[in-house]
Nanobody, 121 residues
Framework: QVQLSESGGGVVQTGGSLRISCAAS????????VGWFRQAPGKERESVAV????????WYSDSVRGRFTISRDNAKNTVALQMNSLESEDTAVYYC??????????????WGQGTQVTVSS
């Protein structure tokens, strides 16, 4: 069993940066692929960034590639998402999720409660 908790969300101006984190409990966290998803009002949840169990492989959606960076520290059971050059379209609730598989289509099994990111102009 893995429990996830996101933090670091907030309000940032267009063009600014924000770093959100996902803290996990559970001894098996380091064996899971972890991804960040987001859901904006009226839109479906979408995957934006995924990192492999050992942190060596990362995948990004076209909408964030080059602006967002996902990383993990298995010693601390954390996964972070560094978001730069933020745009109003990045406004959403961001969720982290741990699961099996690899790539953008991995299978999430455990979810956090989400953290709100609002980009204001």
């Amino acid at each position: 069993q893995v429990q996830l908790s996101e933090s670091g969300g907030g309000v940032v101006q267009t063009g600014g940066s924000l770093r959100i984190s996902c803290a996990a409990s559970g001894r098996t966290f380091s064996s899971y692929t972890v991804g960040w998803f987001r859901q904006a009002p009226g839109k479906e949840r979408e995957s934006v960034a995924v990192v492999s169990w050992n942190g060596e492989l990362t995948w990004y959606s076209d909408s964030v590639r080059g602006r967002f960076t996902i990383s993990r520290d298995n010693a601390k059971n954390t996964v972070a998402l560094q978001m730069n050059s933020l745009e109003s379209e990045d406004t959403a609730v961001y969720y982290c999720a741990a699961g099996l598989g690899a790539g953008m289509n991995y299978s999430p099994r455990y979810w956090g409660q989400g953290t709100q990111v609002t980009v204001s102009s």
